[in-house]
C-alpha cells in the first residue's frame, strides 16, 4: 500500500498504481482502471487524455490532503491506495477535481495501514468520519481528534448503559475505559431497554476513538461533567 507523510508537498498516483485495479471485483473501478491502461498504452492523444485525468485525481488527492494537514498540526502517514479506488468508481473521467469530491483520505499517525482510519473531505474544508477504527492507537484517535477539532473541547455526549454501570459513573464522576458513548441522542437513545439508563454528560474530546460519526469509544477512564439521567 501506498504511503506518504506530511513531508510531501503533493500525492501522485501513476498508471503502475491504476494497473492494480484492472482485475478488481468492483465493476466500476475495473473498467475505470481499464480505460485508463488501455489509453496509456495507445499513446499519442489517448495517453495525452491520461496524463490530464491522472492530474485531476493528484490536484483532489493534494487538495484533500491540503485540508487535513492544516487541521492536523502535527505528522501524520495517508494510504493513498483506497482513495485512488475510490476515485475510479467515478463512471466517467472527470473533467475537474470538483467532480472528484467529497474526497476519502485514509490516514494515521504512522506507517501501519491496520491503524489508520478513513475521512471523508469536502472541497469546502468540511471534514468528517468516513470508516473508524476500534483498533486505532491512542496517537491515531489524537491524530483524528485533532483534525476533527475535538482534541481539548467539551462536548455532549449521551449512553445507554446498565443501572449498575450508570451508578458507578455518578459515584465516581468518571467514565470507565472502553464504554461506548455519542454525541447523538437519537442513537444512543436507540440502544434503550429495560436494563439501561440513559444519561448525558460533557468530557473533552479527546477522551474517545470516533469509530464512527455516532459511536465513540472511551479511549482511557475520563472526567464527565453534569451529568444527567434521561429516563
Same mark, same amino acid.
Given at each position: 500500500?501506498?504511503?506518504?507523510?506530511?513531508?510531501?508537498?503533493?500525492?501522485?498516483?501513476?498508471?503502475?498504481?491504476?494497473?492494480?485495479?484492472?482485475?478488481?471485483?468492483?465493476?466500476?473501478?475495473r473498467?475505470?482502471?481499464q480505460?485508463?491502461?488501455?489509453l =496509456?498504452?495507445r499513446?499519442g492523444?489517448?495517453? %495525452?487524455? +491520461?496524463?490530464?485525468?491522472?492530474?485531476?485525481?493528484? /490536484? @483532489? !488527492?493534494?487538495?484533500?490532503?491540503?485540508?487535513?494537514?492544516?487541521?492536523?498540526?502535527?505528522?501524520?502517514?495517508?494510504?493513498?491506495?483506497?482513495?485512488?479506488?475510490?476515485?475510479?468508481?467515478?463512471?466517467?473521467?472527470?473533467? =475537474?477535481?470538483?467532480?472528484?469530491?467529497?474526497? %476519502?483520505? +485514509?490516514?494515521?499517525?504512522?506507517?501501519?495501514?491496520? /491503524? @489508520? !482510519?478513513?475521512?471523508?473531505?469536502?472541497?469546502?474544508?468540511?471534514?468528517?468520519?468516513?470508516?473508524?477504527?476500534?483498533?486505532?492507537?491512542?496517537?491515531?484517535?489524537?491524530?483524528?481528534?485533532?483534525?476533527?477539532?475535538?482534541?481539548?473541547?467539551?462536548?455532549?455526549?449521551?449512553?445507554?448503559?446498565?443501572?449498575?454501570?450508570?451508578?458507578?459513573?455518578? /459515584?465516581?464522576?468518571?467514565?470507565?475505559?472502553?464504554?461506548?458513548?455519542?454525541?447523538?441522542?437519537?442513537?444512543?437513545?436507540?440502544?434503550?431497554?429495560?436494563?439501561?439508563?440513559?444519561?448525558s454528560?460533557?468530557?473533552?474530546?479527546?477522551?474517545v476513538?470516533q469509530?464512527?460519526?455516532?459511536?465513540?469509544?472511551?479511549?482511557?477512564?475520563?472526567?464527565?461533567?453534569?451529568?444527567?439521567?434521561l429516563?
Amino acid at each position: 500500500m501506498i504511503s506518504m507523510t506530511i513531508s510531501s508537498s503533493k500525492q501522485y498516483v501513476t498508471v503502475k498504481d491504476i494497473k492494480q485495479f484492472v482485475s478488481s471485483r468492483d465493476r466500476d473501478v475495473r473498467i475505470s482502471a481499464q480505460s485508463i491502461v488501455e489509453l =496509456s498504452e495507445r499513446g499519442g492523444k489517448d495517453a %495525452v487524455t +491520461v496524463d490530464e485525468t491522472l492530474g485531476i485525481y493528484n /490536484d @483532489a !488527492i493534494g487538495i484533500a490532503y491540503s485540508i487535513v494537514q492544516k487541521l492536523a498540526r502535527s505528522r501524520f502517514n495517508i494510504f493513498v491506495k483506497p482513495t485512488l479506488e475510490d476515485l475510479l468508481s467515478n463512471e466517467e473521467f472527470p473533467e =475537474s477535481t470538483s467532480d472528484l469530491f467529497p474526497v %476519502v483520505l +485514509v490516514v494515521a499517525a504512522n506507517s501501519d495501514a491496520g /491503524d @489508520a !482510519i478513513s475521512l471523508i473531505v469536502e472541497k469546502n474544508g468540511k471534514v468528517e468520519i468516513f470508516e473508524g477504527n476500534d483498533m486505532a492507537s491512542s496517537d491515531t484517535s489524537a491524530l483524528i481528534n485533532r483534525i476533527l477539532g475535538l482534541d481539548k473541547k467539551p462536548v455532549k455526549v449521551y449512553g445507554s448503559h446498565s443501572r449498575e454501570i450508570v451508578d458507578s459513573i455518578l /459515584d465516581s464522576g468518571k467514565l470507565p475505559s472502553n464504554l461506548y458513548v455519542s454525541p447523538d441522542i437519537k442513537y444512543a437513545s436507540g440502544f434503550y431497554g429495560e436494563d439501561r439508563v440513559l444519561f448525558s454528560g460533557i468530557i473533552t474530546g479527546d477522551s474517545v476513538n470516533q469509530e464512527s460519526h455516532v459511536d465513540w469509544k472511551v479511549i482511557k477512564e475520563c472526567k464527565i461533567n453534569n451529568v444527567r439521567i434521561l429516563n
